[in-house]
């Protein structure tokens, strides 16, 4: 399962994570959980500095617990937003095989 997830990860090496469809959007709901979680606002929902400092919903319109992780992440790692990015994506992939194969009931 290691391997799979290895080779199926292997092609976020050099990708732009942000250039993808929704990547983007995640990326600055990351950058903006971080923000709000730095300044102490508990739940981080809106970051108030995006759109010309009018505020943005960052985890109002998508589950919030996929911006949490890489968050905490980044706040413990000296990594890039975009490297965190990919780690948990990676992440993710090797987790989800391991609970598919462990959970398959006969």
């Known amino acids: 399962i290691a391997v799979i997830s290895i080779i199926m990860c292997f092609g976020f090496k050099d ?3 942000t250039l993808a469809d929704d990547g983007f959007v995640h990326y ?3 950058i903006g959980t971080v923000e709000s979680l730095n300044e102490g606002i508990i739940p981080p929902l ?3 500095y995006f759109v010309n400092n009018l505020g943005y919903g960052i985890n109002l319109f998508y589950n ?5 992780i890489p968050a905490f992440l980044k706040m413990l790692l ?3 937003y975009s490297y965190i990015l990919k780690f ?4 993710t992939v090797f987790l989800s095989g ?3 194969f ?3 009931l006969p």
């Open 102 to 104: 462990e959970l398959n």
């Open 78 to 80: 000296p990594f890039s």
């Open 46 to 48: 809106i970051s108030q």
């Open 98 to 100: 391991i609970f598919m």
């Open 15 to 17: 990708y732009d994570i």
């Open 64 to 68: 919030p617990i996929v911006t949490y």
């Open 28 to 30: 600055l709901r990351v």
């Open 88 to 91: 948990f994506t990676c992440l």
